[in-house]
DNA sequence: TCACAACTTGCATAATTATTCTATATGATA
DNA sequence: TATCATATAGAATAATTATGCAAGTTGTGA
């Protein structure tokens, strides 16, 4: 998909800018964005910075910069969660299927799998999974209100190999 | 010295009305101040916003909230924590955080903790409140169907002393 | 393939916020 | 008290940001 891929990269390079030098509004952002290689409205960066949580706060000096939040810098190096050799059923790591309904996913997994699978999505604290309840081989995902149902796999597949091969 | 002596006052009810109820927007702001007997302008607003760094951060919602900075502004560039429905801060009895997805919330407790929380909201039997079910830090509520967001937090917090702080 | 749903984005503009300009008031100092 | 520097705040408006709408795209399922 064209489209979303270019989304992503333009999110990244968004938070890149962010970090890396003090922004005071949305048109000032362009110019950095367009020198690397990406046009947009400011429309789209404002939809953008809502979407990335990213704030225009007052610093010390009188001016506004916009920074990231908190959790977007310090934790969240989405690391991959380890699964492969700890249980039989090597390469899915337990995970059977998974299936969406407006803001809920439920997850199958083999008899015995829920409860670790849901530790490691719990554990991410992704801001787009609001949380899960697991059983024993079902996990019940519960997702934020504006998250669709490809942006609630994306993030789900971060902590779940089976799903970055589908 | 009037004029200072009521602006400090003002800016102290400012701070309390950020902490204890959600604005997203200067105006809203305005009705507030005048129950408090203040009446300020919007510019006055924006001036006394931006000198206690209060920002304007979008929210797991879809909206925009205020937010005081966080206590640690001591010096650097500050960042804010996202803004969840409610942010996680020192909460006793276990709560950590709240969040709602439509007719769900996703209540996060420190481990052990779910179990008594979610007790106390299903022996409440409150009507808005339909049942929970709980794992181990998690719990899981589901709301009645012509039921707020808003009206459901007020509920909760009738068994949730952490969240009438808020 | 076709129809339909979901997503993305620009344009235009609404909504919101920041600031300029001005007036008034306060505090300090001689 | 007179004078000056500073502070405060409203009105108007500039500046900035958010969003309704429509168009184009992509994904999905019959």
Redesign the pocket.
């Known amino acids: ?4 891929k ?2 992503k990269r ?1 999110l990244e390079i968004i938070k890149d800018i962010i970090t890396s030098q003090k922004i ?4 000032d952002m362009l110019q950095p964005l367009h020198k690397a290689g990406i ?6 960066l ?5 979407y990335l949580k990213i704030a ?1 706060v ?1 610093d010390n000096n ?3 910069i ?1 920074t990231l939040p908190k959790e977007d810098n310090l934790g969240r190096t989405q690391q991959y969660s380890p699964v492969l050799d700890v249980h039989p059923q090597v390469g899915l790591g337990g995970f059977l299927s998974i299936d969406f309904s407006y803001n809920l996913a439920i997850i199958k997994t083999s008899p015995g799998f829920a409860g670790s699978i849901a530790y490691d999505i719990d554990t991410g604290n992704s801001p787009e999974i609001l949380g899960t309840v697991a059983g024993d081989d079902t996990i019940l995902i519960v997702i934020g209100e504006n998250v ?4 609630a796999y994306e993030v789900l597949a971060e902590y779940i190999p089976a799903l970055r091969s589908y």
């Open positions: 998909m064209q489209v979303v270019s989304k333009r005071s509004n949305q048109s046009e947009v409205t400011q429309a789209t404002s939809r953008d910075l809502k225009k007052p009188g001016n506004y916009y669709s149902h490809k942006r």
